[in-house]
């Protein structure tokens, strides 16, 4: 079983279109995150939910929004897509605190935009 | 969040032991230090994690000076499966935003030659 999956690997669409990913993980935790890496590698954080709550929500244009509608979906909106947005997107979820706060992520999203 | 930093990249022969390090001078006192790892086309992946005490799991050895200020993760026998960018992370995982998020740098590149 897939801990944490994300559809769909490959998003190639044009800019100014509207797009989701969805994100689901079966490891019962209660924290769930969005990462972009960039052309360069570098990866960032883009959100955080803990229990459905939004915690962290570093500066990302408001086209994004996610959406929490259970403890183990974690879903990126994306509104108006534009050029710079390509990247691979990787969902990633963990226990919040405590020794054993290990991150597990999957196998990311490439989106094109073109 | 306190830094870390590493070497941007390392090679090693296939089957010798590989010890990569990290420098983090402004460590706290309830900082972890965690190690991910990021294959070619993959999500990143938990390695080892520690606090004060050298830590051993069937990846990798993590060995964390005196001071905590910086640690080596070993990998006993690299293969080429082990080819990587190698992420040196500090998490605090009882307060604050450190509890919500892991910080990436850019991690060492890890080279592995047949």
């Known amino acids: 079983d897939t801990a944490v999956s994300q559809t769909p690997k490959y998003l190639v669409t044009q800019m100014g279109n509207d797009k989701s990913i969805k994100c689901e993980q079966n490891l019962g935790h209660d924290t769930m995150y969005w990462y972009k890496q960039d052309s360069k590698k570098f990866l960032k954080i883009m959100f955080s939910y803990n229990n459905k709550e939004l915690i962290i929500n570093e500066t990302v244009p408001n086209r994004f929004s996610p959406k929490s509608p259970d403890k183990a979906h974690l879903n990126l909106h994306i509104n108006s897509l534009e050029l710079g947005d390509s990247a691979v997107y990787f969902c990633a979820s963990s226990q919040v605190q405590g020794a054993r706060a290990e991150a597990f992520f999957g196998q990311g999203t490439r989106l094109t935009v073109v | 969040d306190a830094k870390t930093t590493q ?13 990569l390090p990290c420098n983090h001078s402004t460590i706290s006192g309830t900082d972890y230090i965690h190690w991910y790892r990021q294959l070619p086309s993959q999500g990143p992946e938990y390695v ?17 000076a005196e001071d905590r200020k910086s640690s080596t993760l070993i990998l ?26 892991l910080t990436f740098g850019k991690g060492t590149k890890l080279s592995v030659i047949p």
Do not use: F
Not at chain 2, 49 to 64: K, P, W, Y
């Open chain 2, 48 to 64: 080892i994690h520690g606090l004060t005490s050298n830590v051993n799991n069937r990846m990798a050895s993590l060995a964390i």
């Open chain 2, 7 to 19: 070497p941007n990249s390392m090679e090693s022969n296939e089957e010798e032991p590989v010890h």
């Open chain 2, 76 to 101: 006993h026998r690299a293969t080429l499966r082990d080819a990587a960018v190698y992420y040196c992370i500090l998490r605090d995982t009882y307060s604050g935003a450190g509890s919500y998020q």
